[in-house]
Structures are given as structure tokens and as C-alpha cells.
């Protein structure tokens, strides 16, 4: 904990007790959720087998832009709140304020859609019996049985962040490993008993790499996790750099196998069923037996629990790290005294993802796509820091520096507006109407936090805010 010079505010830091390992595992876990399990024979079925790789290297390298600027912004400014710091840093209060909101709206979004995934994949293993009809959500049946079952989900991860980032952190490797493991043998399964004829044809139609492509930017959304938890990572500076973009390539690299697995374990009926779990369903009718299908699901849940963990993590830091700017409830920026965890914004973010299943599986699809949006804005964000702060403060000490910065910094700013524009209305991946709905009543929400925090803590100085966004090591000299 440290004080201003003058003793009147106090803030409070997280523990830092995250390894190599740990980083790693946050960041590919994250990345890697339920998605490909649901869509890798949908890509296939789109591009092709070497369409749908190509589209992944594509959106690989188009990330890697962004990932970047994160990359030389994180080990410069390792402190929780991640993109609200690096924006603040760069841009100033009100775009910093724009951004966490908006990065905290994409990370509880998704976090809210796991629950419904996690019941859907126990669904598969083990029908849930359906009783305590509630309600029917777009075309979807919410039973309290099917509530109860999610909700368990929600308060474990929440109580295993509770207590603390290292309990967090150890739940997040152990079920990663379990992921790698399921994967590697669906691979090696697909590529023994499958076929080369499955695989056929190798591309359809330009039109079919350009869908895939729109999906692809959702699938590498995680390793903006990083920056989240920099502030609790006990490791060489300039070795976070290289995990995060290591992250993103492995993602990748996941993809194009899992790609290759689909395409030759099953033919085209098996794979592109939409009534079915593709993935599952191939394994299981490559290996000849519905078991493989299961124990596909069983890996593939452990892929929600590392995606519904890690966007856990980084909700959590982004709302402590403005609670301790007073951009938010300062009960928000306080830790626990024993656990040293952000306590009021893991109860909250708890509470969110245990009742998220009373919507359903159908509805929550809305958060998803619309959180997307709010990916896309903190992408751009961050881009734009980084190119102003290259001119603002070049002797900020960088301990991983980008070779070609203001390019690199201009080709990310260019790949955030790409994404942006996707989900736009003009756009080809363009929002549902309910989903605009969405983004618009987080953002008047905002409104009513920003207008709340600025009333209340009107007395609060710019050199003040400065110390407790960045404390006394960070801090800017000229804004103490």
C-alpha cells in the first residue's frame, strides 16, 4: 500500500504471484473457449480446409497488430486496469473512462454467455433433467434445473477468484493442460481414422473465406487479458511481451489443427450439423463410438472453464483499477486482507455469470456479439495510445520496444477500424438491432457512473488520480 506525499489517499495493490506458466496459461485458455468446438465444421464447410486456414493466418496476423501495441504498453505501464491505463496515459480521463468501460462490457458479456455453454456441454454428457419451467427466450426453454446447474458453474470460478489470483491461476493451467490434452488426441485420432476424401473440396468460394474471416477476430479475443492482470505477474518485464505474442500465434496454431482434425474425421453431414456438437460429433464417428463424442465435451468444457476464468480475471481488474481511480465506487478498488483479491468487483461479476443462465443459451448469443463491440473499441483505443505516446514520451522506459513502431502503431489503428466496421451497420458482420440495444444501455449506464464519480469525487486532483491509477513508480514527475 502507498500514500501521497501529502497522507490523504491510500491505495491498495494486488498480490503479485503469477509465473511464466500461469501468463501463458491465462492468455491461450482465454482464447481458446467454446467457440471451435461449435464452428470448426462450419469454417470448413464455408472456405474449405485451406480456406478456413488461410482466413485463420489472416486474422492471426491482423491480430498480432494489435497485440503489438499491447505488447510494448504492458511491460511500460504493468498495472491492473490494462487498456483504461494505457489510454489515460495517452489519450486522458474521458477516453480512458470510454475505454474500461467499454473493454469491462466486452469481458462480462462473454463471461455471462460460459454459464449457458457450461450447462449445454453437461447437457451433452449427462441429460439434465428439466424441471421449474420458467420461461421461453428466443425460441429457448429455461428450466430451474438448467439455472442451478450454471450457476454452480459461476460460483466456483467466483469463489476460486476470491481467493485470490493464484488459486485463479493454478484452476487455469491444470484445465488448460486438460484442453491441450483433449485436442492433441482428436488430432492424432482424425488424422489415424479419418480420410483424405473428407477433407475435399480445399476451397469454395471467395465469398466463403470472407465469412470466415468475419469470425475469426472473436476467436482470438483473450490475450488482452494480459494487460488485466500485468499488475499481479511476478516475472521479467520484457518476458510478458513475448508470452502475449507467443499467446496469439499457439492460438493459432490450435485453430489450424483443430481445422485440419474436423475436415478429416468426418464427412460433411457429420461436421456442418447444426443440430449436433461438430467437433464431438466427428470424434465420435471417426473413432466408431459416441465415448470419443464425450470425452471430446469433457475437454471442451474445461475450454469454457478456461475462457469463463480468464474473462472472470480480466472484468474484475478493470473495474478494480477504476474503483481505485475513483472512476467508479471505490469499494471497487479495495482488496481483500488476506487474499489481497479485488473483492466487490468478483462478487459482482459473480453475481452476473450465476444468473446469466436465467436468460437462456439463445439470448446470451446477443452479449456475445455485442461485447464484441466493445473488443473492438479498447483495440482501437489502445492503438491510438500507443502511436500518441511514442510522441509524448519517448523516454518512457519500454522494456519490450516494437521495431517500426509508428508503423506497426498506424497498421493497428487500421486493423481495430477494420473490426469496428465489421460490426457496424454498413458492415457485413453488422449488430442486431436487440444487440445495439445492448451496447447502448451500457453505455447510458456509463453515463450515470461517470456523471456519479465526477460528483462525488470532485475534490479528487488530476496529480491525485495520476498516483492512483499509476502509483508512486509509474507516475508521471510533471502531473505529481
Sequence with gaps: MENTKNQTLQRQELKRAMNNRDVLALAFGTMIGWGWIMLAGTWVGLAGIAGAILAFVIGAVLCIFVGLTYAELTPALPLAGGELVFSY????????????????????????????????????????????????????DVYISWVLVGAAGGLILAILNYRGIKSAAIFQTFA??????????????????????????????????????????????????IPQAAEEMNIPLNKIAKILIFSICLAAAWYVLMIISIAMAAP????????????????????????????????????????????????????????????????????????????????????ITCISPLMGKSALVWFVDASA???????????????????????????????????????????????????????????LPVEWFLVLGWVILGVVFFIAAKAKYRDVTPAETEFLLFGAAYARKDRR
Design 89 to 140: 496515459r495517452g489519450l486522458g480521463y474521458i477516453p480512458s473512462w470510454i475505454t474500461g468501460w467499454m473493454i469491462a462490457f466486452a469481458y462480462v458479456g462473454v463471461a455471462a454467455w460460459e454459464g449457458p455453454a457450461f450447462v449445454t456441454a453437461i447437457d451433452y454428457i449427462l441429460p439434465i433433467p428439466r424441471f421449474g419451467y420458467l420461461w421461453n427466450i428466443a425460441g429457448f
Design 176 to 225: 488448460t493442460l486438460a484442453l491441450g490434452i483433449g485436442g492433441i488426441a482428436f488430432f492424432f485420432g482424425s488424422v489415424v481414422n479419418g480420410s483424405v476424401a473428407n477433407m475435399l473440396p480445399a476451397f469454395t468460394t471467395p465469398q466463403g473465406l470472407v465469412a470466415v474471416i468475419l469470425m475469426v477476430p472473436a476467436m482470438f479475443v483473450g490475450f488482452d487479458v
Design 268 to 351: 460433411a453431414d457429420v461436421r456442418e450439423n447444426p443440430a449436433g456438437i461438430p467437433v464431438a460429433d466427428a470424434f465420435a464417428f471417426a473413432m466408431g463410438s459416441p465415448i470419443f463424442g464425450k470425452f471430446m465435451i469433457i475437454a471442451a468444457m474445461c475450454g469454457i472453464l478456461t475462457s469463463w476464468n480468464g474473462f472472470i480475471v480480466g472484468a474484475t481488474r478493470v473495474l478494480f483499477s477504476m474503483g481505485r481511480a475513483k472512476m467508479l465506487p471505490a469499494a471497487f478498488g479495495k482488496v481483500h486482507p488476506r487474499f489481497e483479491s479485488p473483492t466487490a468487483a468478483i462478487i459482482l461479476v459473480g453475481l
Design 373 to 431: 463491440f466493445g473488443t473492438v473499441v479498447a483495440y482501437f483505443m489502445v492503438a491510438l495510445s500507443f502511436l500518441v505516446l511514442r510522441k509524448t514520451e519517448p523516454g518512457l522506459v519500454r522494456p519490450y520496444k516494437v521495431k517500426g513502431g509508428p508503423v506497426i502503431g498506424v497498421l493497428a489503428i487500421c486493423v481495430a477500424g477494420f473490426f469496428l466496421y465489421l460490426y457496424l451497420p454498413v458492415g457485413p458482420g453488422a449488430l
